[in-house]
Structure formats: structure tokens, C-alpha cells
């Protein structure tokens, strides 16, 4: 179950990471350029979207690096990084796998970190 949140909190890491990317890519584009009505407009909360675009990757990479020799950090990271990817930009197709990768991944760390067996 470790190896499996390693891979799984890395894999989503790095696919948050190009969403994250392109979050904060969105929000300087949108405050150089301006915004374009009905086509182009400024997020809501601008510090709020730049700060999880940064923040909700590397807690997924940090969590799974973490999962294999302190699994219950691990998966209390990775749940808190697939919470911050869901706040901040929603549940959608390119969100998708890593919220879920993240929330499995977690799971499974609690859950190997919570088990008897080493």
C-alpha cells in the first residue's frame, strides 16, 4: 500500500503541478492582457487560485514521498492537497485524476500507516 500512494501521490503531484501551472498562468494573462467580456474574465479570487496552484502539488509530491516511511503524514498531506486542488479549481476534466489519485493515494497511506503489518 505504500509504494502504491508513492506512485499515485507523485503521478498526481506532477498532473497538478501542470494544472497549477496553468491556474497562475491564467491569472497573470488575464491581469496583463485584460479581461474580454463573455470570453476571458478574471477568477474570483486571484491570491486565493495562485497560492493552491502552488501549494496543492507539492503537498501530492511531499505526500507520497512521505508514504512509505511516515505513511500517516503522507496521507494527511495528500488528502490536504486533493482538498486545496478541489478548492481551488473545481472538480473538472483536467482536474479530475488528481483530486481522485490524491484521494485514493491518501487513503491507502492512512490506511498502510494505520495497519499492524510493516
Do not use: H
Not at 486571484?46 to 501549494?55: H, I, P
Request: aromatic share 14%; net charge negative; with cysteine.
Amino acid at each position: 500500500m505504500r509504494i502504491t500512494a508513492l506512485l499515485l501521490g507523485i503521478i498526481s503531484g506532477l498532473w497538478g503541478m501542470l494544472v497549477g501551472f496553468f491556474g497562475y498562468g491564467y491569472t497573470e494573462f488575464v491581469q496583463w492582457f485584460g479581461e474580454v467580456p463573455d470570453l476571458i474574465e478574471q477568477v474570483d479570487n486571484v491570491q486565493k487560485t495562485r497560492a493552491l496552484s502552488l501549494f496543492s502539488p507539492i503537498l501530492a509530491l511531499v505526500g507520497g514521498g512521505l508514504s512509505v516511511a511516515r505513511p500517516l503524514i503522507g496521507g494527511v498531506l495528500l488528502l490536504l492537497s486533493s482538498l486545496g486542488m478541489y478548492w481551488g479549481f473545481e472538480f473538472g476534466v483536467f482536474t479530475m485524476f488528481p483530486i481522485t489519485m490524491c484521494l485514493v493515494a491518501g487513503a491507502l497511506a492512512l490506511g498502510a500507516g494505520f495497519s499492524k503489518s510493516e
